[in-house]
């Protein structure tokens, strides 16, 4: 079956992959690329996001450089975008502080990137009629809302509240034949990960994935998948794809 003709292909898709200089992001943009679609990388880190989108498969894809935390950045990114066909909401970032030293300061780090700033987009493309119909929309959360890692109660509820507001953007987006889900990654081989090193050190985050460390291409596989003609019945779910580290919490 060639690529055109598979249910996993993105051939003629225009998708917008956010987070898209490193990790999980730029797994999915080249992922993406290489099942068809044209990619507009959104990205802060101009030196790497170019690197990416120059070795995308394919032609046509664009890097996009933009703080998604300010208003004024989102605004004109909404701007600068055609209509798409599906969009990643990868950007994220992850700091720990356990319960006792939580800040305001610390709170609204971890809300402004990995809430705010997925949802206020998504307001924006739709206002701006940015999202075609029966477009998908690929939200990436994480496993620390399902397991409750130490020192993670800012990232840990801010990813549980994007889940809950996917949740009732597939529901809206549903009658223009919109769907939205999320990918929840367990621990992810990503430089987001060095940050957990003050908790626990790489031989014990193994330890917690009885199959395996996660690679960011699997995780993007996954993502792919919800983005592709496969999924087209799928919405307001959440795909976890944590090697197992979730099989014993009920």
């Known amino acids: 079956?060639?690529?055109?003709?598979?249910?996993?292909?993105?051939?003629?898709?225009?998708?917008l992959?956010?987070?898209?200089?490193?990790?999980?992001?730029?797994?999915?943009?080249?992922?993406?690329?290489?099942?068809?679609?044209?990619?507009?990388?959104?990205?802060?880190?101009?030196?790497?996001?170019?690197?990416?989108?120059?070795?995308?498969?394919?032609?046509?894809h664009q890097a996009l450089i933009a703080d998604l935390t300010d208003a004024s950045a989102r605004q004109a990114l909404v701007e600068s975008l055609p209509q798409l066909d599906g969009c990643v909401f990868s950007a994220g970032a992850a700091a720990l502080a356990p319960a006792r030293m939580l800040s305001q300061?610390?709170?609204?780090?971890?809300?402004?990137?990995?809430?705010?700033?997925?949802?206020l987009l998504t307001q924006a493309l739709l206002a701006k009629r940015k999202i075609a119909q029966n477009a998908s929309l690929v939200?990436?959360?994480?496993i620390a809302q399902h397991v409750t890692p130490n020192a993670t109660a800012a990232y840990a509820g801010a990813k549980a509240a994007l889940t809950a507001s996917v949740r009732i953007i597939a529901l809206e987006g549903a009658k223009h034949g919109i769907r939205a889900n999320c990918v929840s990654p367990g621990y992810v081989a990503t430089p987001?990960?060095?940050g957990l090193q003050d908790v626990m050190n790489p031989e014990q985050l193994a330890a917690?994935?009885?199959?395996?460390?996660?690679?960011?291409?699997?995780?993007?596989?996954?993502?792919v998948y919800l983005l592709a003609p496969a999924s087209r019945w799928v919405s307001?779910?959440?795909?976890?794809?944590?090697?197992?580290?979730t099989l014993h919490v009920r």
């Open 17 to 60: 992959v956010t987070g898209a200089s490193s990790g999980i992001g730029e797994a999915a943009a080249r992922l993406s690329a290489q099942m068809g679609a044209q990619v507009f990388a959104c990205g802060r880190n101009q030196e790497r996001l170019d690197k990416v989108v120059g070795e995308l498969a394919g032609e046509g």
């Open 236 to 245: 307001r779910t959440t795909l976890l794809i944590d090697s197992g580290q």
């Open 1 to 15: 079956m060639s690529t055109s003709t598979s249910p996993f292909s993105l051939a003629g898709r225009r998708v």
């Open 139 to 142: 939200y990436v959360t994480s």
């Open 208 to 223: 917690t994935a009885p199959l395996g460390m996660i690679e960011p291409g699997e995780i993007a596989a996954g993502i």
């Open 192 to 194: 987001m990960l060095d």
């Open 105 to 119: 300061r610390h709170l609204d780090a971890m809300f402004s990137l990995n809430y705010d700033a997925p949802v």
